[in-house]
């Protein structure tokens, strides 16, 4: 379905599956822009239009990949189009929640989580979507703190943008994405896609929630975390790969165990804003 979109991206677009209204533009990537909006219902939606035709092979991955599996905290595609102009468009249900650099920017949390208890369940669901990913042999290669949405009051954390994910990886497959301080290092160096890339990704991003630096991985000894937890994040950012976990489903599982022995027995314990 080809649908037009004014060059400003404000306007309503109809497809054969219905109608939406872009009302304004929310967020500029590398390779898209994306629009707040709603549908014809009223229901909320986000609209990602790719910048150019050359990269709507990356735009086609991703709705490749998102069909492949489902999960709460993924986005969800309801609807795709092409712009009259050949770009590649897809509609998702709106998610609800900020990015860790919006998160990290409120006054409550600018130094980083106020209360690191929270990090724990973080960490494990994170590590748990991860390790599902994996094992549908999908590495997401771009894991970085304004692809992760918080939501506060569910205690969830969605992940996003798949452009530059890899589907089945083959020894030749590399990933392109690189995130400064984020990314795996034996990625420069031309290594082929595997799960302990998102694993070290989403290691630097614990740092970076808890006030830390995660050009060094280090995080301040005022925070007060235990040595435990920062233990097991300094294994997650372990520079070589061939020392680092590869599995995140058991990550999940330890750092379910290490909560209970670091906060006691699971509770609910509100994410303060």
């Known amino acids: 379905m080809t649908a037009p979109v004014h060059s400003d991206g404000i306007g309503i677009v109809q497809t054969d599956i219905g109608t939406y209204h872009l009302r304004r533009l929310a967020a500029t990537g590398s390779i898209s822009l994306v629009y707040q909006g709603e549908a014809h219902s009223g229901k909320c939606v986000m609209v990602k239009v790719c910048c150019k035709r050359s990269d709507n092979r990356l735009m086609l991955n991703e709705q490749h990949i998102l069909a492949r599996i489902s999960d709460p905290c993924l986005p969800v595609i309801i609807d795709r189009f092409e712009t009259e102009d050949g770009r590649v468009a897809t509609v998702f249900e709106s998610i609800e929640g900020l990015n860790l650099l919006e998160f990290r920017s409120t006054e409550k949390h600018r130094g980083g989580l106020a209360n690191h208890f929270h990090i724990g369940w973080f960490l494990e669901k994170q590590l748990g979507l991860l390790g599902k990913l994996h094992k549908e042999m999908i590495v997401h290669g771009d894991v970085q703190p ?68 995660p050009a060094s991985g280090t995080i301040p000894t005022a925070v007060g975390l235990d040595s435990r937890i920062r233990s097991f994040i300094d294994q997650m950012i372990e520079p070589n790969h061939l020392k680092r976990p590869h599995d995140a489903w058991g990550l999940a599982r330890t750092m379910l165990t290490l909560r209970r022995k670091v906060y006691g027995p699971a509770r609910w314990v509100t994410l303060e804003m």
């Open 146 to 213: 304004q692809h992760l949405l918080i939501t506060p009051s569910r205690h969830k954390v969605h992940l996003i943008d798949f452009c530059f994910a890899w589907c089945q990886p083959s020894e030749t497959d590399r990933i392109a994405a690189w995130a400064e301080h984020y990314s795996a290092p034996e990625i420069k160096h031309g290594a082929s896609a595997h799960p302990g890339m998102d694993i070290y990704s989403l290691g630097k991003c614990a740092v970076y929630l808890l006030g830390g630096n």
